[in-house]
């Protein structure tokens, strides 16, 4: 249990182990290949709906090591949930980063009130 910044509680290794499971239903074991986006996501509308659920901690350091990219993923997020529209260049780095994003929002799943 790791204590944010923020002073919430955050459950590190229980959200490591989920977003590994949400790698494993993207990628086959034993892979290297990229995942397409829109094999995590069906539309581009959902995937800037989850944007809207990562949890950005105050510092913006990496949760947990859980996923990469989390620079530009808490950026995105933030753009998102203040009600800001991402531009097409930021929309296409997301799509880069839909499976990160996906397990982005697994792990704030696993953040609690201190």
Request: proline letters at 3%; hydrophobic letters at 40%; glycine letters at 6%.
């Amino acid at each position: 249990m790791i204590t944010l910044k923020d002073g919430k509680k955050f459950n590190d290794m229980a959200a490591f182990e989920a977003c590994k499971k949400v790698e494993a239903q993207f990628i086959p074991a034993h892979s290297y290949k990229s995942v397409a986006w829109d094999s995590v996501y069906a539309s581009e509308q959902e995937l800037l709906d989850d944007l809207k659920k990562v949890y950005i901690p105050k510092g913006r350091g990496p949760l947990g090591h859980c996923f990469q990219g989390y620079a530009y993923i808490y950026s995105f997020a933030y753009y998102v949930q203040q009600g800001w529209e991402l531009s097409t260049k930021q929309i296409t780095q997301a799509k880069r980063l839909a499976l990160e994003i996906k397990k982005a929002v697994t792990a704030a799943q696993y953040i609690m009130e201190g």
